[in-house]
DNA sequence: AAATAAATTTAGGCATAACTAAATTATATC
DNA sequence: GATATAATTTAGTTATGCCTAAATTTATTT
């Protein structure tokens, strides 16, 4: 069985290559807050447990082994951030940290039995995907709100779910993923956002900004 | 913050000096599965922690804050079996060995939650009392079935939780906690015991009724 | 009281997974 | 293309928590 460490290890390279493309030692130790000589020796471990393709000095990818088990603890952690929130109430912003630690203890079987209590979701309670029990994940092609132009109509699709007080003040505006929302005005100069929410004009910061995803939506009278 | 190692320690010297009393090196390492050597190592560990009392060969004793600990854990353990059992649906032989990973890891927030939800229940679905939010735990005086004459009426308090095929067993009979029945007839020799449970006969054997505790009722006509 | 048996402790090792510090390789600049 | 800078790897250390084997202490028996 694969220790908790090597499992963070190998959700965070899944995670990295998604956004980035090449996963280097340094950018893996910065992304699970450890030094990069530990990255490394991890690393080595995962390549003998052949869940890893890995040459020093050439970066990370993982194995179809590897991103299996990723998708699996990725899975679980999105499951129990959706089942915190809405069979027990945990807010929003503290279901990640708690999900943190569970996500490598439960079975298949409670997996399961919340799949099914919760109807089996697509996504968690941040707008993140949850690859199915086959490890299929539904891609969206949301943008960061910072593409936005005036007068464009959207509906928030995902924020970034690790910094909880971030997400404690998205939460204030309201801006949960299914919340639709008109850009009213874009400062110029890297300025903030004002946005229109059912009839509420509300001001967002470029760098609160960065961490929203959103869906265009082409009619605004259709939202 | 403590190791999960270290908290099964506290919780297992816990449950020893309940029964017992004295609690060796020797049985705890029986009982966590250990080498004795190993268990020595953890107490010293503890020791200096002040978690526990300790004099070489002269066994441990918890102290204030280690059975504070110990508690806790117990508390963890017998929420969480009882919140998989009612809200998710595991089955009764499932939860102890599912709980007993969970425990070391959710929050105070979560407990809280699952304790709210569960109603502030005193009993987990083996019929062991849940310590309360201070640690206080309601002590029942249950004997076990074995000591049970031909006539008695009872009803089932609390059954062993460690062993699944055992539970699955027990469960056949339906001998949940809170099931009443009356003693038909004791076999002698140490024999098994043949038992009345709504209108059905049923034989159960010595080595399964000693893990079968039960409150004794006076009068049967009242059950 | 001495000898034997049983329990416990000490001593030394191993695996995991982190760390620091030094050496190496790669990349960027002149 | 040589050199400076940055990234990465190797080597050696630490802390957990387990192990085995040997030494010690306690308990029992004769």
Redesign the interface.
Known sequence: MLTHAAEDYLKSIYKLQEKGGKVSTGILAEYLDVKPASATGMIKKLKTMKLVRYERYRGVTLTAAGKTVALEIIRHHRLLELY?FK????PWD?VH??AE??EH???E??EA??DE?LGYPTADPHGAPIPDKNGVVIQTDSVPMTELQDGQSCVVAEVSDSDSALLRHIGSFNLYPGTAFRVVEVAPFEGPFTIDIAGQEVVIGREVAKHIFVDKVEDPDNV
Request: charged share 30%; glycine share 12%.
């Open positions: 915190l069979a027990l109430g945990v503290g940290e708690e630690k569970l203890v439960i079975s079987d409670v039995r919340m209590f």
